[in-house]
Nanobody, 120 residues
């Protein structure tokens, strides 16, 4: 069974930093895209960071200059979050499109989410 396993959330003071990780577990053929989303209480889930088709990172305007998305191999995704603000408080989700076999279609997969709380 393919899963996305997230870690790294927690409680941090405003101005602090956290690093989120997302690892793909299970046997897969290929991952097409991986992104970070977040959902704050009472709000809809929103895209935080991902990669363009040329591989360059792209970010939601509110996190530009503070967050950095990276991948160190085909199965691990990171989100370095600096200068955190109370409005960054949310559950952060990893998302991926993947295929199990070369002939199969891409499937969508979400992680279980990791809570980030920014508060003094």
């Amino acid at each position: 069974q393919v899963q996305l396993v997230e870690s790294g959330g927690g409680l941090v003071q405003p101005g602090g930093s956290l690093r989120l990780s997302c690892v793909v577990s299970g046997k897969i053929f290929r991952i097409n895209t991986m992104e970070w989303y977040r959902q704050a209480p009472g709000k809809e889930r929103e895209l935080v960071a991902g990669f363009s088709s040329d591989g360059s990172p792209n970010y939601q305007d509110s996190v530009k200059g503070r967050f950095t998305i990276s991948r160190d191999n085909a199965k691990t995704l990171f989100l370095q979050m600096n200068s955190l603000r109370p409005e960054d408080t949310a559950v952060y989700y990893c998302h991926a499109d993947y295929k199990i076999f070369s002939w199969s279609t891409y499937r969508e997969l979400w992680g279980q989410g990791t809570l980030v709380t920014v508060s003094s």
